[in-house]
C-alpha cells in the first residue's frame, strides 16, 4: 500500500507527513512526529489516554486515522503549555498532586482543557461526567476533580 | 475532630493553600505539603515511559499465545511467519527450551505450608509441550515493526490437542476435576496451616453463638493504565543482557532472572526501568516476556520490544485476590469475639508466579484478626491450581482478604445477634497496647477506637437515620457500611539508600526502592532536606536501574517509607556526623564547638562557618586527612526492619440503592488514617484515596470472569472489565490520625500505600448489604453490580 501524504496543523504550526492509510493518529503522533506526550492505554478508545483534540472538538487518538488530520487543525498536551508556563490546569494539577504515575494525566489535561473551552463554569457532577472518558487507576479522581474546579474558577477570573 | 491531627478535607485544604504559596515561601520539611518535584515532566508530556524511549534499531516482538485453557500442543507450523515480510526471527519452544534455561523462580518457602504435592511445578517463558490457560506464551515473533509482528504472529499455526480444564475455584480440588499437573496426582499446590485448632474448637464449642459466613473474594486485574512494557538489549562485546522494563523490583527480577532463569552471573544482567505508569504490585514479577525480549535481543543482535497491548494484558498480567473462604466467628452472650476460624481455597492460576504462595499465607495471617480482640485464631489455605492466569501479589496482597474476611464477619455477627454493627465493633476494638495477636504479631501502637469515632463523625454517623428515612420516601434504599482494617507493612525488610556528592554541589539519592507514582522523588528530598538543610533543588533521585544502584528491596508491601524512608533518614544522619568530625578538622575546632544548622557547621560563639557541599568539597580534595574524617560525605546507610508496623483507619461509605435496577448510588466516603507520621499529606492522602478506588472497584464493579468448561476469558478488554471512573465515585475526604507514633522504624511512619484498598471493599459491600437488610439480605459476593443486587432484592 503506497503511503499517503498529510498536511495538517498541529499545536498551531504547519507540518506535513507521510502515514499508512491504516495508521493512527496516535501512531503518527507518537512514532512519526516524536510528540509521545499522548498515551496508549487501550487503543480501543476506553481510556483516554490519548486524548487530542481535532478542530477543537475532543477525540481519542487511537481512534482516529493520521490521514483523517488532512487540514485540521490538532492540539496535542505538548501544546497546552506556553514556553515555560503552565497552562492554569497544569499549574492546578501540579498543586493539588492530582497525579501519581502521571501516564493519564497528559489524557485528563487535553479532555478538560476541552471542557473548559465549550463550558467555562462546570459543576463538580459535569466535570465527573466530561472526564469520565478518561481512566486513571491511581488517583480515585477526587484531586483531579478539584483541580479542574479551581483552573476553571481561576481561569473565569483572569 | 477527636483523635485526628487533620480532619478529614484537611489535606485538600492544605493542597488549596499550598496552591497560593509564593515560590520562595514553600516549606519542604517532613510534615509539609510539598508539590511533587516530579510532575511538571508528566504535566507537559515529558515523561520517559518505556514506549517513549528511542531505541536505534529497534525490532519488535509479539507474542502467539494459547487460545485454549488446556491442551496438548502436537504441531507448530512457522514456516508461513518466517517467510511473511519483516520478520527478523521466530522463537519457538524448540529454539528456547535448546537454550538450557531454567524455569521463572517462586516464593515457595513459608513457614506453616503443612502439605505440598507440587510445591513448584516448572513454568518457563514458552509453553512446554502443554498449554494451561488461555494467553499462555507459545511463539514469540519479532519483526521490524509492531504491526509485521503481529501479522506474522497471526500465520504461525499450533495444532493443539484439547483437554477437559478447569477454572472453577470451588470445585478444582474435587476428586473428579481435570488434573493441572498430573505429576502432582491433585490440583491442590500446597495446605497451610496457622494457629491453635484445638483451642479455636474449644472457643467454638463453649460460645453462646456461632456465626458462619461464605464468601468470595473476587479475582480482579491490577490493569496499571500504562501497560507492561519491554525491550531487551544485548551487549556481544560484554555479554550483557539488560532488560528495560515498566517494572517495579529491578533488583529481584535481575536477581531472579539471572540465578534461575539464564543462569548467568547478576553482574553480567541489567534491570532497569524508567518512568512507570503505575504497577500495583503487578510489574514486580518476572514475566515471559522479559526473558523473551532478552533471548530475541542475543539471538538476533538488535534490541527487541515488546509492549502488551491492553487485551494482552487482561490475558498475561498477573490476576489477584480469587478466594473462597468459610470464616466463622464464637461470639460470647455480650457480643464479645471469642475465636475466628478461616478456611480458605486460594487460587494460584496454572502454575505458582513469584510471589503467589505468599499472598494467602503469609501475607494475610499478619493481620487476621483486624482491629478487634479475637483471643484464638486458626486459619487454613487450600491453594490451587486452575486453568487460568497465575495469581499474584496485588495492592494490599493478602491483608485485604484479612480484612474483607473480618469486617464483614462482624457484619454479619450483627446481622444474626440483632446488635447494631457500631455497638459490636465499640465493644471489641483492641484498646490497650501493645496488644499480642494470637498468630503471634504484636501491634505496638493504634488508636482504633479514636481513629473509628473520628470517620463516624465525619460521614454524619449520627444523622444517618434521617438520611435514610428521606431516601424511603423517594423510593430508594439507604445503607451505610462501616469498614474498620489493619494493615501491616511488609516487602523486602531492608534496604541501602546511598547519598551521594556530585561535584556541581548537589546530593543524589540513589535508592533502591521504586516509586511508580507514589512520590519518593518528592518525600525522600524533604527527608534529606530535613536532616541536612540542603535546598530542595540541589537533591537528585535516582533509582530503577540495577547498573547504577548495587542492591534494592524494590517495591511492595507498602516499604518504601519505613524502610527506604528510615535507610535514607539514617543515611542523612550519617552523612551529618560524618560532616561534624570533618568540620572539627577544616574549621580546626573542638567537636563540642561544632553547631549544626541550615547546611552549615559553625564554630560556636565565632563567625567561623562551612557549608555542606564546600565541606565534602574540602575533605574530597585535601590531600591528608586525619583518621577520624572520612575522605567523602558521601554515605550508603541501612536499615532492616526489626518490627512490623501496623497502617490502620476506618473507612465509611453511605450509599443509596434503587430497588427498579439495583444500581448502587457511592453517595459519600470518608477515610480517617492511621499511617503515623505523615511525611507529605499531599502524598498521603493521594495513596489513601487511590487504593481506596481500587477498593471500591473490586466491591461494585471489577471482577475476572473465565468461562466454566472451556477457560475462555470473558472479560478480556475494558468494554468487558469495568474500572471506576471519574463519575462512579464522590468525594473522597482523608484525615490522618497521628495521636499513636510508632517507634518501630526511625521516621515514625507506618506505611500507606495498600491500606486504601484494604479498607473500602467491606465498607461498600456493609454499606450495600444494610440498604437491603430490611429485605433479609445477608450476604452477597463482589462485585455488587446492578443485575446482582435486584436479583437480591427480587429473592428477598
Ligand atoms: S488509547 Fe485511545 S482511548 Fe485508550
Ligand atoms: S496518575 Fe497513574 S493512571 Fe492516573
Redesign the pocket.
Known amino acids: 500500500m503506497s503511503q499517503i501524504h498529510v498536511s495538517t496543523t498541529l499545536n498551531g504550526d504547519p507540518v506535513e507527513y507521510l502515514c499508512e492509510p491504516d495508521e493512527t493518529l496516535l501512531d503518527v503522533l507518537r512514532d512519526r512526529l516524536g510528540l509521545t506526550g499522548s498515551k496508549e492505554g487501550c487503543g480501543s478508545g476506553d481510556c483516554g489516554a490519548c486524548s487530542v483534540t481535532v478542530d477543537g472538538r475532543l477525540v481519542c487518538s487511537c481512534l482516529v486515522l493520521g490521514a483523517e488530520a488532512q487540514d485540521r487543525e490538532i492540539e496535542t498536551i505538548e501544546g497546552v503549555a506556553q514556553g515555560e508556563n503552565l497552562h492554569p490546569l497544569q499549574q492546578k494539577i501540579l498543586d493539588h498532586a492530582a ?7 497528559p489524557g485528563f489535561i487535553v479532555a478538560a482543557k476541552a471542557l473548559l473551552e465549550r463550558n467555562p463554569d462546570p459543576s463538580e457532577t459535569e466535570v465527573r461526567y466530561w472526564l469520565a472518558g478518561n ?5 480515585g479522581y477526587d484531586k483531579i476533580v478539584r483541580a479542574v474546579m479551581d483552573a476553571a474558577q481561576e481561569m473565569r477570573g483572569a | 475532630m477527636p483523635g485526628l491531627t487533620n480532619s478529614p478535607g484537611a489535606a485538600i485544604d492544605v493542597a488549596r493553600k499550598q496552591g497560593n504559596t509564593r515560590p520562595g515561601m514553600e516549606k519542604f520539611g517532613i510534615g509539609q505539603a510539598v508539590r511533587r518535584r516530579e510532575d511538571e515532566r508528566f504535566l507537559t508530556g515529558a515523561g520517559r515511559y518505556i514506549d517513549d524511549q528511542h531505541f536505534a534499531n529497534l525490532t519488535h516482538g509479539a507474542v502467539v499465545r494459547s487460545p485454549h485453557a488446556h491442551a496438548r500442543i502436537v504441531s507448530i507450523d512457522t514456516g508461513e511467519a518466517e517467510a511473511a515480510p519483516g520478520v527478523v526471527a521466530v522463537i519457538t519452544p524448540d529454539v528456547y527450551f535448546a537454550q538450557g534455561f531454567g524455569p521463572i523462580p517462586a516464593m515457595t518457602a513459608i513457614d506453616g505450608i503443612v502439605e505440598g504435592t507440587l510445591n513448584h511445578p516448572p513454568r518457563h517463558a514458552l509453553a512446554d509441550a502443554t498449554v494451561r490457560y488461555v494467553g499462555e506464551p507459545v511463539v514469540f515473533v519479532v519483526a521490524e515493526t509492531k504491526f509485521k509482528a503481529l501479522a506474522a504472529a497471526e500465520l504461525v499455526t499450533v495444532g493443539y490437542e484439547e483437554l477437559p480444564a478447569v477454572v472453577d475455584l470451588a470445585h478444582t480440588l474435587d476428586a473428579d476435576s481435570p488434573m493441572i499437573w498430573p505429576e502432582a496426582g491433585s490440583n491442590l499446590a500446597f495446605r497451610f496451616e496457622k494457629g491453635d485448632a484445638a483451642g479455636v474448637e474449644a472457643a467454638f464449642e463453649g460460645a453462646a453463638h456461632r456465626v458462619t459466613l461464605d464468601l468470595v473474594n473476587n479475582r480482579i486485574a491490577p490493569m ?2 500504562e501497560p507492561r512494557g519491554v525491550v531487551g538489549e544485548y551487549d556481544a562485546e560484554s555479554g550483557t543482557l539488560t532488560l528495560n522494563v515498566s517494572g517495579q523490583a529491578v533488583h529481584a527480577q535481575r536477581n531472579q532472572m539471572a540465578a534461575a532463569v539464564f543462569k548467568v552471573e547478576p553482574d553480567s544482567m541489567r534491570v532497569v526501568a524508567g518512568d512507570v ?2 504497577g500495583f504490585g503487578a510489574k514486580n514479577f518476572v514475566y515471559p516476556e522479559n526473558i523473551l525480549v532478552m533471548l530475541a535481543a542475543k539471538l538476533t543482535g538488535r534490541p527487541v520490544k515488546w509492549i502488551s497491548e491492553r487485551s494482552e494484558a487482561f490475558l498475561s498480567e498477573v490476576h489477584a485476590r480469587d478466594h473462597v473462604t468459610r470464616a466463622e466467628l464464637a461470639v460470647d452472650a455480650e457480643g464479645r469475639f471469642l475465636a475466628l476460624s478461616v478456611d480458605t481455597i486460594a487460587n494460584m492460576g496454572s502454575c505458582l508466579s513469584t510471589m503467589g504462595p505468599v499472598v494467602p499465607t503469609a501475607a494475610s495471617w499478619v493481620s487476621m484478626g483486624g482491629t478487634y480482640v479475637v483471643p484464638n485464631i486458626h486459619m487454613s489455605v487450600r491453594a490451587a491450581y486452575t486453568n487460568t492466569m497465575p495469581v499474584d501479589a496485588y495492592r494490599g496482597a493478602g491483608r485485604p482478604e484479612a480484612a474483607y474476611i473480618m469486617e464483614r464477619l462482624v457484619d454479619a455477627a450483627a446481622f444474626d445477634l440483632g446488635i447494631d454493627p457500631v455497638e459490636i465493633r465499640r465493644r471489641n476494638f483492641v484498646r490497650d497496647y501493645p496488644y499480642s495477636m494470637p498468630l503471634g504479631l504484636t501491634i505496638d501502637c493504634g488508636d482504633f477506637s479514636g481513629t473509628f469515632e473520628a470517620a463516624a463523625e465525619a460521614i454524619g454517623l449520627d444523622g444517618f437515620d434521617g438520611r435514610r428515612a428521606a431516601s424511603e420516601a423517594r423510593g430508594r434504599a439507604r445503607g451505610i457500611g462501616l469498614s474498620s482494617y489493619l494493615e501491616v507493612t511488609l516487602g523486602m525488610p531492608s534496604e541501602a539508600m546511598e547519598l551521594r556528592f556530585e561535584s556541581d554541589d548537589t546530593v543524589t539519592i540513589l535508592a533502591g526502592t521504586h516509586s511508580t ?1 507514589q512520590g519518593h522523588e518528592t518525600a525522600y528530598a524533604q527527608i534529606v532536606h530535613e536532616t541536612l538543610g540542603v535546598p530542595f533543588d540541589r537533591i537528585g533521585f535516582r533509582q530503577g536501574d540495577t547498573a547504577a544502584i548495587a542492591v534494592g528491596g524494590g517495591h511492595g508491601g507498602s516499604r518504601s517509607l519505613k524502610i527506604g524512608g528510615s535507610t535514607l533518614l539514617r543515611s542523612a544522619q550519617s552523612v551529618r556526623e560524618k560532616g561534624r568530625a570533618a568540620a572539627v578538622h577544616i574549621l580546626d575546632a573542638a567537636a563540642d564547638d561544632i553547631e549544626f544548622a541550615d547546611g552549615l557547621f559553625a564554630v560556636r560563639g565565632t563567625n567561623r562557618r562551612i557549608g555542606l557541599f564546600e565541606l565534602e568539597r574540602a575533605v574530597r580534595e585535601a590531600g591528608d586527612l586525619p583518621e577520624t574524617v572520612a575522605p567523602t560525605l558521601t554515605t550508603v546507610g541501612r536499615f532492616e526492619r526489626e518490627r512490623h508496623s501496623f497502617p490502620n483507619g476506618c473507612h465509611i461509605a453511605e450509599v443509596d440503592v434503587d430497588p427498579e435496577t439495583g444500581d448502587v448510588d457511592l453517595l459519600a466516603y470518608v477515610i480517617a488514617d492511621d499511617f503515623g507520621r505523615i511525611v507529605n499529606p499531599l502524598i498521603a492522602a493521594g495513596q489513601a484515596r487511590g487504593g481506596a478506588v481500587q477498593g471500591i472497584g473490586q466491591a461494585l464493579l471489577e471482577g475476572v470472569v473465565y468461562e466454566p468448561g472451556s477457560g475462555q476469558l470473558f472479560t478480556g478488554s475494558l468494554m468487558d472489565y469495568a474500572l471506576p471512573r471519574a463519575d462512579t465515585v464522590p468525594d473522597l475526604p482523608v484525615g490522618f490520625n497521628e495521636a499513636a507514633p510508632t517507634d518501630t522504624n526511625p521516621l515514625g511512619v507506618k506505611g500507606a500505600g495498600e491500606a486504601g484498598a484494604t479498607g473500602a471493599p467491606a465498607a461498600i459491600v456493609n454499606a450495600v448489604l444494610d440498604a437491603l437488610k430490611p429485605h433479609g439480605v445477608r450476604h452477597l459476593d463482589m462485585p455488587l453490580t446492578p443485575e446482582k443486587v435486584w436479583r437480591a432484592l427480587l429473592q428477598g
Open positions: 497525579l501519581q504515575c502521571g501516564v493519564c494525566t481512566l486513571c487507576r491511581c488517583t | 496499571a493504565i505508569g503505575g507514582g
